[in-house]
Protein backbone atom coordinates (compact mmCIF):
# COMPACT_ATOMS: atom_id res chain seq x y z
CA UNK A 1 0.00 0.00 0.00
CA UNK A 2 1.07 3.28 -1.24
CA UNK A 3 0.01 5.79 2.06
CA UNK A 4 -2.04 8.77 0.49
CA UNK A 5 -3.36 10.69 3.75
CA UNK A 6 -3.41 9.78 7.39
CA UNK A 7 -7.16 10.62 8.43
CA UNK A 8 -7.78 11.58 11.97
CA UNK A 9 -10.78 11.60 13.99
CA UNK A 10 -11.06 14.00 16.81
CA UNK A 11 -11.15 12.29 20.13
CA UNK A 12 -14.85 12.03 21.90
CA UNK A 13 -13.90 9.53 24.49
CA UNK A 14 -9.96 8.55 24.67
CA UNK A 15 -7.53 9.26 22.60
CA UNK A 16 -8.05 10.33 18.68
CA UNK A 17 -8.09 7.14 16.06
CA UNK A 18 -6.69 7.62 12.23
CA UNK A 19 -6.11 4.97 9.72
CA UNK A 20 -4.01 5.48 6.90
CA UNK A 21 -5.84 5.91 3.43
CA UNK A 22 -3.96 4.60 0.00
CA UNK A 23 -4.25 6.21 -3.34
CA UNK A 24 -6.29 3.53 -4.39
CA UNK A 25 -8.79 3.70 -1.49
CA UNK A 26 -9.23 7.89 -2.13
CA UNK A 27 -9.17 8.16 -6.15
CA UNK A 28 -11.46 4.66 -5.83
CA UNK A 29 -14.04 6.48 -3.80
CA UNK A 30 -14.45 9.51 -5.67
CA UNK A 31 -14.40 7.73 -8.97
CA UNK A 32 -17.39 5.18 -7.54
CA UNK A 33 -19.42 7.86 -5.50
CA UNK A 34 -19.25 9.67 -9.33
CA UNK A 35 -20.30 6.51 -10.86
CA UNK A 36 -23.27 5.93 -8.22
CA UNK A 37 -24.63 9.36 -9.62
CA UNK A 38 -23.94 8.77 -13.24
CA UNK A 39 -21.79 11.99 -13.32
CA UNK A 40 -20.25 12.78 -16.78
CA UNK A 41 -18.87 15.79 -18.16
CA UNK A 42 -22.02 17.66 -18.67
CA UNK A 43 -22.62 17.86 -14.88
CA UNK A 44 -22.26 20.81 -12.56
CA UNK A 45 -21.61 20.20 -9.09
CA UNK A 46 -22.33 23.27 -6.58
CA UNK A 47 -19.78 22.09 -3.47
CA UNK A 48 -20.38 24.28 -0.67
CA UNK A 49 -18.90 21.70 1.87
CA UNK A 50 -15.45 22.13 3.41
CA UNK A 51 -12.67 20.86 1.07
CA UNK A 52 -10.65 20.01 4.48
CA UNK A 53 -12.99 16.75 4.92
CA UNK A 54 -13.22 13.70 2.82
CA UNK A 55 -16.78 15.06 1.65
CA UNK A 56 -15.44 17.98 -0.44
CA UNK A 57 -11.88 16.95 -1.14
CA UNK A 58 -12.40 13.08 -2.09
CA UNK A 59 -16.25 12.44 -3.17
CA UNK A 60 -16.32 16.38 -4.54
CA UNK A 61 -13.13 17.01 -6.25
CA UNK A 62 -12.21 13.43 -7.37
CA UNK A 63 -15.78 12.62 -8.09
CA UNK A 64 -15.56 15.48 -10.40
CA UNK A 65 -11.65 15.08 -11.72
CA UNK A 66 -12.38 11.40 -12.45
CA UNK A 67 -15.54 12.08 -14.48
CA UNK A 68 -14.89 15.62 -16.24
CA UNK A 69 -17.92 17.46 -13.69
CA UNK A 70 -17.59 20.43 -13.33
CA UNK A 71 -16.72 21.36 -9.39
CA UNK A 72 -18.44 24.94 -8.30
CA UNK A 73 -17.53 27.05 -5.45
CA UNK A 74 -19.89 28.95 -3.89
CA UNK A 75 -18.27 31.19 -1.15
CA UNK A 76 -15.61 30.82 1.14
CA UNK A 77 -17.65 29.68 3.98
CA UNK A 78 -21.29 28.10 3.68
CA UNK A 79 -23.59 30.47 2.87
CA UNK A 80 -27.39 29.15 1.51
CA UNK A 81 -27.72 32.21 -0.74
CA UNK A 82 -24.68 31.75 -2.16
CA UNK A 83 -25.66 28.08 -2.55
CA UNK A 84 -28.71 28.77 -4.47
CA UNK A 85 -27.03 31.09 -6.26
CA UNK A 86 -24.73 29.30 -7.80
CA UNK A 87 -27.18 26.74 -8.73
CA UNK A 88 -29.15 28.52 -10.27
CA UNK A 89 -26.68 30.98 -12.11
CA UNK A 90 -24.32 27.80 -12.81
CA UNK A 91 -27.20 25.95 -14.34
CA UNK A 92 -26.26 23.12 -11.54
CA UNK A 93 -27.43 18.98 -11.84
CA UNK A 94 -25.60 18.48 -8.20
CA UNK A 95 -25.21 20.06 -5.05
CA UNK A 96 -23.56 18.35 -1.98
CA UNK A 97 -24.30 18.99 1.63
CA UNK A 98 -24.74 18.21 5.31
CA UNK A 99 -28.76 17.91 6.39
CA UNK A 100 -28.47 21.50 8.33
CA UNK A 101 -26.88 23.15 4.82
CA UNK A 102 -29.66 21.49 3.34
CA UNK A 103 -32.19 22.66 5.98
CA UNK A 104 -30.73 26.15 5.81
CA UNK A 105 -31.28 26.19 2.41
CA UNK A 106 -34.91 25.10 2.41
CA UNK A 107 -36.12 27.68 5.41
CA UNK A 108 -34.54 31.04 3.00
CA UNK A 109 -37.94 33.45 2.87
CA UNK A 110 -37.53 33.64 -0.89
CA UNK A 111 -36.35 30.15 -1.61
CA UNK A 112 -39.59 30.06 -4.14
CA UNK A 113 -37.27 32.72 -5.98
CA UNK A 114 -34.42 30.61 -7.09
CA UNK A 115 -34.44 28.14 -10.14
CA UNK A 116 -33.56 24.86 -9.60
CA UNK A 117 -34.92 22.47 -12.12
CA UNK A 118 -31.50 22.00 -13.42
CA UNK A 119 -30.19 19.91 -10.34
CA UNK A 120 -31.08 16.37 -10.30
CA UNK A 121 -28.69 14.87 -7.86
CA UNK A 122 -26.58 14.90 -5.18
CA UNK A 123 -25.29 13.62 -1.58
CA UNK A 124 -26.82 14.11 1.82
CA UNK A 125 -23.89 13.10 4.45
CA UNK A 126 -22.55 13.70 7.83
CA UNK A 127 -25.40 13.09 10.08
CA UNK A 128 -28.75 11.40 10.06
CA UNK A 129 -31.03 12.99 7.57
CA UNK A 130 -34.83 13.67 8.99
CA UNK A 131 -37.12 12.36 5.85
CA UNK A 132 -39.32 15.59 5.96
CA UNK A 133 -36.33 17.17 4.94
CA UNK A 134 -35.06 14.65 2.31
CA UNK A 135 -38.98 15.17 0.71
CA UNK A 136 -38.69 18.41 0.41
CA UNK A 137 -35.03 17.92 -1.11
CA UNK A 138 -36.62 15.67 -3.83
CA UNK A 139 -39.98 17.77 -4.17
CA UNK A 140 -38.74 21.07 -3.86
CA UNK A 141 -34.93 21.20 -5.12
CA UNK A 142 -35.25 18.21 -7.61
CA UNK A 143 -33.31 16.21 -6.70
CA UNK A 144 -34.91 13.32 -7.11
CA UNK A 145 -31.59 11.22 -7.08
CA UNK A 146 -30.16 12.51 -4.22
CA UNK A 147 -27.97 10.22 -1.69
CA UNK A 148 -27.71 9.46 1.61
CA UNK A 149 -24.39 8.69 2.74
CA UNK A 150 -23.50 7.21 6.18
CA UNK A 151 -19.67 7.55 6.49
CA UNK A 152 -16.95 6.98 8.68
CA UNK A 153 -14.37 9.58 8.21
CA UNK A 154 -11.08 6.67 9.71
CA UNK A 155 -11.36 4.21 7.09
CA UNK A 156 -13.19 5.82 4.05
CA UNK A 157 -15.05 9.23 2.79
CA UNK A 158 -17.94 6.79 2.11
CA UNK A 159 -19.38 3.35 3.37
CA UNK A 160 -22.70 2.95 2.60
CA UNK A 161 -25.06 4.78 0.14
CA UNK A 162 -28.82 4.82 -0.81
CA UNK A 163 -31.11 6.65 -2.92
CA UNK A 164 -34.09 8.83 -1.55
Partial sequence: MIP??????????????????????????G???AETMNFD???????PVPLYHCFGMVMAN???????????????AFEPE???????????????????????????PNFSEYELKTLRTGIMAGAP?????????NEKMNMTEVLNRLRNDRDKPGEFSNES
Fill in 129 to 137: CPVDTMTQV
Fill in 82 to 108: AVLNAVQLEKATALYGVPTMFIAELAL
Fill in 31 to 33: YFV
Fill in 41 to 47: ENDRLVV
Fill in 62 to 76: LGCLTHGACAIYPSE
Fill in 4 to 29: LIYNTQAARRGFPKGATLSHHNILNN
